[in-house]
């Protein structure tokens, strides 16, 4: 991905600005929301840029629930498909997020995440979503859930997400904050080819062969546009593998099962992370979304005064990248975990860490930033 921040066209783009970039080199041709703080840019760039692709389709929604329903039809019949949000309207969407997950539709979610809960405070960051892009909808399903920290990581994480999204037949959410969402830097804009774009595998049997809910090597069943020929029921209750109801226990078992596995078997693939300096590190930091930024000059700084301190940071942060963390925390002697919000992933840190290392958790819920200061306080 590193390789795309040398290239040729340049912008001066919002984090928001960046998204529809990466949207639109991903393939996307639809995309239905409903305005709301701070993802609002996501959609009004959206409504310029959308009509100009060749059968681009740009839906303002009544609200947030009829987003969702409107992504997931288009979905179905074909189109890669996005909608955004913020704040109370990501709460609207759980419903629909869990029948997507239950029908294997793939799609995908930009929630920039605000300050407090409710209507909170809409113009600065937080980041008190984490858990429940995880754990929001109802029931047992898999999610991806991705976060960017800066504005080129905005475009490429945009572009993974819609991969994930096609590749797992699943819908992904990408998690920003305000104050990535309001940063303008300059990046470069990609051409043709120069990120591997994957589109969803479609039937190749004949149409009364195919099941669109079945078992296959990847655990993927492949997934026609409707009204291609090929029988396609869809529902949210749990159905048998040609998408029909059903409540026999071996076949609602094996449905959940198969919908766990054909992600848990790619996690070398869908965990992303970066490391910085963490080779000898002694003193780890764990972090994500503008926290990072900070995160990376406390960690040059502790190094110039000589504590040997390693940055991870987390660009899946679900599944949570355990193999990563683990292994780092083992070799040091303090992990500390910068987050606004009360300490939503330190939570799966600790989890994982099982008592092994010391963890220290920066903690910031007023509507301001974490400063690099701060977090090399805690490092020293």
């Not at 479609?202 to 492949?222: A, D």
Request: aromatic share 6%; hydrophobic share 40%; charged share 20%.
């Amino acid at each position: 991905m590193s390789q795309i921040r040398k290239k040729r066209r340049e912008a001066f783009l919002l984090g928001n600005e960046a998204v529809v970039e990466g949207a639109l080199a991903a393939g996307c041709s639809f995309y239905a929301g409903y305005p709301i703080t701070p993802s609002t840019e996501i959609m009004e760039t959206m409504a310029k840029r959308l009509p100009q692709v060749v059968d681009g389709v740009f839906l303002q929604m009544e609200d947030e629930i009829a987003s969702m329903g409107a992504v997931i039809g288009a979905s179905l019949a074909g189109r890669k498909a996005m909608t955004a949000t913020s704040g109370p309207g990501f709460s609207l969407m759980q419903e629909q997020i869990g029948y997507a997950a239950m029908t294997e539709t793939p799609l995908v979610l930009v929630d920039v995440m605000r300050g407090g809960a409710s209507t909170g405070l809409p113009t600065s960051p937080g980041q008190g979503d984490v858990q429940q892009a995880r754990w929001g909808a109802h029931g047992d399903h898999p999610i991806i859930v991705l976060s960017a920290s800066d504005v080129p990581e905005c475009l490429e994480m945009t572009v993974v997400a819609f991969n994930f999204a096609e590749k797992y037949r699943t819908p992904v959410i990408l998690l920003l904050d305000e104050i990535t969402a309001h940063t303008r830097e300059k990046i470069g804009l990609p051409e043709p080819g120069d990120f591997e774009i994957f589109s969803r595998l479609v039937p190749t049997m004949p149409p009364e062969w195919y099941k669109p809910y079945e078992e296959t090597l990847r655990g993927v069943p492949p997934m026609p546009p409707v009204g291609t020929g090929y029988r396609f029921h869809v529902t949210g209750l749990s159905h048998d593998p040609l998408g029909f109801p059903t409540a026999r226990p071996e076949e609602v078992r094996a449905m959940v099962e198969r919908q766990f596995r054909k992600i848990d078997r790619f996690f070398h693939d869908i965990q992303l992370v970066e490391h910085v300096n963490t080779d000898d590190a002694e003193v780890l930091v764990i972090a994500y979304g503008c926290v990072a930024r900070s995160a990376r000059l406390a960690v040059r700084q502790a190094r110039e005064a000589g504590v040997r301190a390693g940055l991870l940071i987390l660009r899946t942060l679900y599944p949570f990248p355990r193999v990563h963390a683990e292994k780092l925390m083992r070799n040091c002697r303090l992990v500390v975990v910068p987050e606004l919000n009360v300490g939503q992933i330190s939570r799966e840190v600790k989890r994982v860490n099982e008592g092994y290392t010391a963890v220290r958790t920066i903690n910031r819920i007023d509507g301001q930033i974490i400063t690099p200061s701060q977090i090399l306080k805690e490092i020293a």
